[in-house]
């Protein structure tokens, strides 16, 4: 029980009736790190969170603060601190006093609240609004007012639910790194519950997806992206193209395959899993791995590179971002990521284009 | 008014602006009809009347006499300001007890229940004030319920006489308003979002300073409101306090009924019924001071 790890959750499960919300999650969280826990809503993840800040009691397992067990410990008595959904700030008090809320809670003097509240405002870069309402602020100021509450507690762990939902979509990237900067400079642990894979995988250290109130892969950001372990952490984080099929040939942890649609594909096993000779895979492929060409090129298509040739059926232009929808021989829509020059060679809907993309990247996984 | 109309009717046809401004009036109508006829108008003649004085059969001076007699008989304003003390007991009372119910009823009760609790509430609107004091009585007097079955059980050896003593009054008095200090706190706490309380909590305070610096401050409005409306009803109230309290519960309201009707002395009636209407709202300005709020945060939001 070494104290390295800000917070230990061992086989932490809760019941509701006989809804099971967590089963049995276990996980450890090192020092200073920024943790994230990804995940469909109602997967549990809010649960998970309650629990640890003590709104709701563990039905089994057992939750480490700092290596000791807060199980029997009030939520008021816990140093583990928490930025609400909407924030909560409260709207009867001043910035000053929301933030001087909980030193006043702790009996700490005057003095002292004075001196940390302004250090606290000073170093989420907010010195001069300390007088000012609730209701004066913009909705990234409230954001940073309500991690300072909890930080001027110097907690040791900050719990995060979905803070960012309620912001709009250029104000929440601009959280999204701001976040990840305010957490190195109070070089405390963070936990972020998020639904949205973006913000999880710009902020954190490590990333748990949970799924039915299961955790399905804990990893780095990149692990989970390139190696995923399950279907479910395939096909949730990052865009995909999908097919079921079934196996043809197994040689180590290639298989070839035959999909739904009629395509033959060459693909690896993940998740150390195996495949069996007509056994059922689901299989993914992101649009970034598939190569476009135009038809009329006289290209080869390299040994064991998977090809199909298929015909443009709509452009969704994104900037860099931009991407084609392909209706491929099974009549499928498979989609592809282009880079669009605005020039004449850009390609265009009703193109015929040959697609190639490399079984390395054909991530399978037994259905 | 006329500045505000036009910004309304800006970019309208001419056609449309009359039919606007015609269902503005129509709407309207009603409302100022109501203020002028039963408010306005009753009021300047119950000031006029309260301003004269008799000197022959038939013949009125302007006078103050009837306000100079308020203030030189002690009995008078002893019994404005018995009436004013025992109406803010009262109210805080009802405040005491409201709130936990308030509370339970907006936080805590389920959805399905929380309709059913407040329909609860509002049962006892169904029978009228004077039902309601006769159920006390029935309940209260020498022979009623509670004596016959304190005697009963061989508690007490004698009837006991529980009407016609401040604390029957106050109770009945609890019972009749409470109802209106319940419904505006319901309201104002239904809105406070309950990760409010768990972040009190969260930051490191206990129950009673969740209580004391989030949940009162955050229902103020509808504490302020709720006493406000609860006090006014106390103060002016004439049913409850005669038919507990007996002839002598000395409240405001018995002395200018008896004023008008059984002395036939309007004069001092009208001054009297003015000098009510002063000294509540004097209160309610006073509370509205003290807590930092104003009618239109409060009243006019519940």
Redesign the interface.
Do not use: S, W
């Given at each position: 029980m070494s104290a390295e790890f800000d917070l230990e959750c061992l086989s932490v499960s809760k019941n509701f009736g006989s809804v099971r919300a967590v089963q049995d999650v276990s996980f450890k969280i090192p020092k200073g790190s920024f943790f994230s826990i990804l995940g469909p809503s109602g997967c549990g993840k809010t649960t998970l969170m309650r629990m640890i800040?003590g709104?709701e009691d563990p039905s089994s397992g057992d939750i480490h603060i700092k290596g000791k067990s807060v199980l029997n410990t009030?939520?008021?008595?816990r140093n583990?601190?928490?930025v609400?959904?909407?924030l909560?700030l409260?709207?009867?008090?001043n910035v000053f006093e929301n933030i001087a809320?909980?030193l006043r809670?702790?009996g700490e003097s005057t003095s002292e609240i004075n001196r940390k509240v302004h250090d606290v405002l000073e170093r989420i870069a907010l010195p001069d609004v300390g007088k000012r309402e609730i209701h004066q602020l913009s909705g990234g100021q409230k954001q940073r007012i309500a991690i300072a509450?909890?930080m001027v507690?110097d907690p040791d762990v900050l719990l995060l639910d979905e803070p960012l939902g309620a912001l709009d979509l250029k104000l929440r990237e601009a959280m999204k790194i701001e976040l990840k900067l305010l957490q190195h400079q109070f070089d405390t642990t963070f936990i972020y519950i998020t639904h949205d894979q973006s913000e999880a995988l710009v902020m954190s250290d490590n990333v748990a997806i949970m799924n039915d109130g299961r955790f399905e892969q804990v990893g780095t950001p990149q692990e989970l992206y390139h190696d995923p372990r399950t279907a479910f952490v395939a096909g949730f984080v990052g865009d995909n193209n999908h097919w079921t099929g079934k196996v043809e040939g197994v040689s180590g942890d290639r298989v070839t395959l035959l999909t739904q649609t009629g395509l033959n594909m060459s693909g690896h096993m993940r998740g150390s899993m195996q495949a069996t000779q007509g056994g059922n895979l689901t299989l993914y492929v992101r649009p970034e791995f598939i190569k476009t060409r135009k038809a009329d090129a006289q290209t080869e298509v390299s040994d064991g590179d998977n090809s199909l040739t298929g015909k443009i059926d709509s452009l969704l232009f994104n900037g860099a971002n931009s991407r084609i929808l392909v209706r491929g021989p099974g009549q499928e829509l498979i989609e592809a990521d282009i880079v669009l020059t605005g020039g004449t060679d850009d390609l265009k809907p009703g193109d015929a284009v040959h697609l190639t993309w490399p079984a390395e990247q054909t991530m399978c996984f037994a259905a | 008014m006329a500045c505000g109309t036009d910004h309304v009717f800006r970019g309208l046809n001419p056609m449309q602006k009359d039919i606007t401004r015609l269902s503005f009036i129509l709407l309207f109508a009603p409302f100022a009809l109501w203020i002028v006829l039963l408010i306005v108008l009753p009021h300047i003649g119950m000031v006029i009347i309260s301003l004269r004085e008799k000197v022959a059969p038939r013949v009125y001076e302007f006078s103050f006499a009837q306000y100079i007699d308020f203030v030189q008989e002690p009995i008078y304003w002893n019994t404005l300001l018995r009436t004013g003390s025992m109406s803010l007991l009262v109210t805080v009372l009802a405040l005491i007890i409201g709130f936990p119910i308030a509370y339970y009823i907006a936080k805590i009760a389920g959805k399905r229940s929380k309709g059913a609790l407040f329909l609860l509430c509002l049962i006892p609107l169904w029978v009228s004030d004077l039902i309601r004091a006769f159920g006390w009585i029935l309940l209260l007097r020498e022979t009623g319920v509670v004596s016959t079955a304190l005697q009963k059980t061989g508690l007490v050896s004698q009837p006991i006489e529980f009407l016609y003593n401040d604390a029957t009054v106050i109770m009945g008095l609890v019972y009749t308003v409470i109802l209106f200090m319940i419904v505006p706190l319901v309201s104002t706490l239904d809105g406070m979002?309950d990760?409010?309380v768990?972040?009190?909590?969260?930051?490191?305070?206990?129950g009673p300073?969740v209580l004391r610096?989030?949940i009162i401050?955050?229902a103020?409005p509808g504490i302020v409101s709720g006493c406000i409306v609860v006090f006014m009803l106390t103060a002016g109230s004439y049913l409850t306090p005669i038919l507990l309290g007996g002839k002598n519960s000395s409240w405001f309201t018995e002395q200018i009924y008896e004023q008008f009707i059984s002395r036939y002395n309007w004069e001092s009636g009208a001054a009297f019924g003015f000098l009510l209407l002063f000294f509540t709202s004097l209160v309610v300005w006073l509370g509205l001071k003290l807590s930092g709020q104003t009618l239109s945060s409060t009243v006019a939001k519940s």
């Open positions: 800040a709104f009030a939520p008021n008595k583990v601190k928490m609400f959904q909407h909560a409260f709207p009867m008090m809320y909980g809670c702790r509450r909890c507690l | 979002d990760a409010m768990e972040a009190g909590y969260n930051l490191g305070g206990n300073t610096r989030i401050p955050y103020m």
